[in-house]
């Protein structure tokens, strides 16, 4: 699957992924008044306006990109009813041919961790049935737990030709109040860094390795020792866009092959329409708000990395 | 909801929760077959048999305990169709009055976690109408991002009387791997323990605070030090029973008022019926096992805490 992402970056010419985590707020009221016609205002309602809206994106831009990336929070917070909506917009982003990043964060120990990776990666028994449960193609997962809460995770990952972006370095103000604490010296997150290297050389594929990592856009010179500490892993870089991150601090999250790092974009592409540079489209046109936004943000990061050369 | 579990404990006698964690293994064959009869060996028969399975537990051990933990990865792991006997769990659960602790270990940035939060300690507005997702009453979450991955939950938890468990030290052999590195001088854990004293200090109950943490029954050294660093802390203790954990390793974890601790038992109650033990029950009588199982542990820790006195 890591050698699909890299083959599909090549083919788009965009190391992007859409981040596709609708809030209710994103929703334009004419697919909000459709929803909730036919299943009023209720949980299942809220699910459907946002499995709509997530539709029409993936239509507007999905032969662009090579990538999406649900954040399974935004389906979460509407219960059961929204976990359905996360699925079919799995079930459609495949359809479409698109690598699927499931932004699900997890991480527990031994046999529960396998538990989350069997239901987001691999497939279950069931009886004589062996079976899919969500499916996604990349999982993010935690690794506070250590190897062991991991571990299950490449195992599974293994079996079915897929991958994780595990949390090194995360995009928010306060993730240096754990994550760049010394320890001999160094921060933690370059010990974590260090790990997912190690876990990464077990599971390779032909340029990069199937265990990536997530290191934030808005740490650039913590992005830049990363790179070279993890040569052979793929850096998922989100806090593009709406959390601050330029296309020009994103260059060093880059190798020389022009590969090894995916920047991830979510209201910035999925809430275009309501910005004031994309507010010509109008809500109706949500999704050629996103694809116009989508053709920028590439055009911004191919810039900075040739400029970069 | 903090004073709901210590008064539910007191009344109980039982500083104990029933760790909800069932995978199809543990469903004897008599659910297996009527689950699978009605749904076939699907995703949705595994999910009916999985909350036949637990019905019987709480049916069987509800008077006897102040609380359930149900861990989700089990039921995730069957995709949207456990997600749905994870949520019948819950309500079930809080028909027979029990507290809820979500074994979720969730954790994002700001707003992400704040749709965590909402989705399973709060309500959403869909419209004009104000709706609950999961509602559990407790949640476990994952510090690894630092402050504003936690405060979105603190915020939801004030809005709703309702409770965190923070991963501080975890029962996995690998736990250490990050952390209990040093930091000035301290592991990692000790620094985990302290901003939860801190976090909690903004939510507190009548005499401990809504903000608990997860300290693992295998390291009980570093639960007596925790103790210490986290007076008003209630601690959830993991790693009792098949883990290794024994009654007697976990008086330090309680406070000289008896109270401050409350310790998961999963496969050991659950599971019960299997074991050398309990087999005299056998598969037809499973829940029988699993409240003979809770007898013996509320004894256990009972005997282990009158004798440290």
Redesign the interface.
């Known amino acids: 699957m890591i050698n699909k992402l890299v083959s599909k970056i090549q083919k788009t010419n965009a190391p992007i992924v859409v981040g596709l985590?609708p809030?209710?707020d994103f929703v334009p009221e004419h697919i909000?008044k459709k929803a909730?016609a036919e299943f009023g205002?209720?949980?299942e309602?809220?699910a459907e306006a946002l499995w709509l809206f997530n539709k029409e994106i993936i239509d507007a831009t999905y032969n662009l990109i090579p990538a999406v990336k649900p954040?399974i929070?935004?389906y979460?917070?509407?219960?059961?009813e929204?976990?359905?909506a996360y699925?079919r917009t799995l079930d459609y982003a495949r359809s479409k041919d698109l690598v699927i990043i499931g932004d699900i964060?997890?991480?527990?120990?031994?046999?529960?961790?396998e538990?989350?990776a069997?239901?987001?990666l691999g497939k279950?028994?069931?009886?004589?049935?062996v079976?899919?449960?969500?499916n996604e193609d990349f999982a993010t997962i935690?690794?506070?737990?250590?190897?062991?809460?991991v571990n299950p995770f490449i195992k599974v990952c293994k079996e079915e030709n897929k991958g994780l972006f595990v949390?090194v370095k995360?995009?928010?103000?306060?993730?240096?109040?754990?994550?760049d604490?010394?320890?001999?010296g160094r921060p933690?997150y370059e010990?974590?860094g260090e790990?997912v290297a190690e876990w990464g050389a077990t599971h390779m594929g032909d340029s990069y390795s199937y265990v990536g990592a997530v290191v934030g856009a808005t740490y650039p010179e913590m992005g830049k020792t990363l790179r070279k500490l993890m040569p052979k892993t793929f850096i998922l870089v989100p806090g593009y866009g709406a959390q601050g991150g330029k296309g020009a601090d994103l260059v060093h999250y880059f190798n020389e092959d022009g590969l090894g790092a995916i920047v991830n974009s979510s209201r910035g592409i999925i809430a275009a329409y309501k910005m004031e540079q994309y507010a010509k489209f109008g809500a109706e046109n949500f999704a050629e708000a996103s694809r116009q936004a989508v053709i920028d943000m590439i055009s911004d990061i191919d810039g900075a990395l040739k400029s970069a050369k």
């Open positions: 985590d809030t209710l909000q909730f205002e209720t949980l309602g809220a954040q929070a935004m979460e917070t509407f219960g059961v929204g976990m359905q699925k964060k997890r991480g527990d120990i031994g046999s529960t961790s538990a989350y069997i239901g987001h279950v028994k069931v009886g004589s049935n079976l899919s449960g969500f935690n690794p506070y737990m250590g190897s062991d809460s949390l995360t995009s928010n103000p306060s993730s240096g109040e754990f994550q604490r010394l320890i001999d933690l010990h974590v790990k």
